[in-house]
């Protein structure tokens, strides 16, 4: 089974900056879409952002402008590029590989913690 792993949270001080790494112990060439997650204390985990395998990215309304998704399939690992960060995008942040065709399941990371303090 493929697994994800999430690098990259921190403590960091409103306005500074973080990358969030995916590293899949498998290749990522064939699957379809990645996706970053994040669940904040006592919210619903939502979707942040995601890539489709040409490329294709979609922002949460909540982050447009500040978030970058990437991917580097070559290295089976998936960004987020976080630039000026608010307390509000505190949460523990999850990486996704959604069932698609080709992948038969769901998989996700064990998430990293992100605490922006103001």
């Known amino acids: 089974q493929m697994q994800l792993v999430e690098s990259g949270g921190g403590l960091v001080q409103a306005g500074g900056s973080l990358r969030l790494s995916c590293l899949a112990s498998?290749?990522?060439?064939?699957?379809?879409?990645m996706a970053w997650y994040r669940q904040a204390p006592g919210k619903q985990r939502e979707l942040v952002a995601l890539i489709t395998s040409s490329g294709s990215t979609n922002y949460a309304d909540s982050v447009k402008g500040r978030f970058t998704i990437s991917r580097d399939n070559a290295k089976n690992t998936v960004y987020l590029q976080m630039n000026a960060l608010k307390p509000e995008d505190t949460a523990v942040y999850y990486c996704n590989a959604p069932r698609s065709p080709g992948l038969p399941r769901d998989y996700w990371g064990q998430g990293t913690q992100v605490t922006v303090s103001s």
């Open positions: 498998e290749s990522i060439f064939s699957i379809h879409l």
